[in-house]
């Protein structure tokens, strides 16, 4: 079945007739002879495609002319007024203000409509045309932080790079965060496993089995590290895990613990506790530095080989699934990860 276009054109006599005159017109301007040519192979039948190709003009102008036609007869033929330079910023003016009502991004047809109302006629495709000329997308956002200078930011920086670089002598460098929210979720249906010349298959649907939380500790000089399952993120957590880190690290040797400014690692509980054990040396990233912390590095291991594409039934056996990947991890590909920022201010080359 011939697929045809909503936008149909039936002549009158009376407008076929001034179409004729204008294709022999020597008079007329080029623009709207070529118009009345297309209108008139349009009404003829010929499909959007052929007349486009015949008339050495791009499929969808075509397409335009003809929703034209349909909507405003033989003033179609007409070039729509240009706009002048004071519409133009009054276009760009509006794209970047603020949507009006319950709208909290502009669309090219939203922003027409907006411009129509208020005496300024324009179409959503000269509207994307002409900020597309300013490079202006008003449908982007791109993130931002606005952060408060720290006069210690890179004296911080540094002090953590240093112990990535160097271990000092008799001690440990053990780097700590959590990662929460881990899903729990199965598939649906089961994957189709790869062939040549075609991928693995995975149906979308899921399913939702709960979630888990770990806490991490990663020796950052050897690779090795030791994870734990966590059922609330608080300060008794925390120094929990401290603990064992305090009974597994052999005796005599100092801890210097990298952190972030998570709450429960500067809660007053957590720092009266490490107040109280000297063997722990804290260090602190700066804010908003997470990229400083190294178990993040192992986070992303554990993400790309376990759970990104892994199936889990259950809270369960995603725990039972986290520890033997840390077992056989720390068993059989453990290393430091190679470090070569100093916490110096980067600067551009």
Known sequence: MALTSPFIIDLTEAERGELERLTVSRSAPFGRVQRASVILALAD??????????????LDTVRAWRRRLAAERLAALCDRP????????RIIATAT???PGSDTV??????????????????ASQVGRILNAVDLKPHLVRG??????????????????????????????ISVDEKTGITARSRKYPDQPAGPGRRARREF??????????????????????????????????????????VTIPAGQQIHLVMDNGSSHTSKKTRAWLAARPRFAVHHTPKHTSWLNQVKLFFSTLTRRLLRHGQ??????????????????????AKPYRWTYDGSPLKAT
Do not use: M
């Open 82 to 89: 240009r706009l002048s330079p004071t519409d133009k910023l």
């Open 106 to 123: 502009w669309t090219h047809r939203l922003l027409a409509d907006r411009l129509n109302l208020s005496g300024v006629a324009v179409s």
């Open 144 to 173: 931002w932080l606005t952060r408060p200078a720290d006069p210690e930011f890179f004296t911080r920086a540094a002090d953590v790079c240093d112990l990535y670089r160097t271990c000092p002598p008799n001690a440990v460098v």
């Open 45 to 58: 039948g010929a499909s959007n495609a052929a007349v486009a190709r015949d008339a050495s003009r791009h």
């Open 312 to 333: 889990f039934t259950s809270r369960e056996e995603l725990t039972e699934r986290i520890d033997d990947f840390v077992l056989d991890y720390d068993e059989h590909a």
């Open 205 to 246: 649907e899921y399913i939702r089995h709960g979630t888990v939380s770990i806490i991490a500790a990663l020796d950052v000089h050897t690779g090795q590290v030791l994870t734990h399952t966590v059922a609330r993120n608080d300060s008794d957590t925390f120094t929990g895990f401290l603990r064992q880190l305090d």
């Open 97 to 99: 203000a603020a949507p």
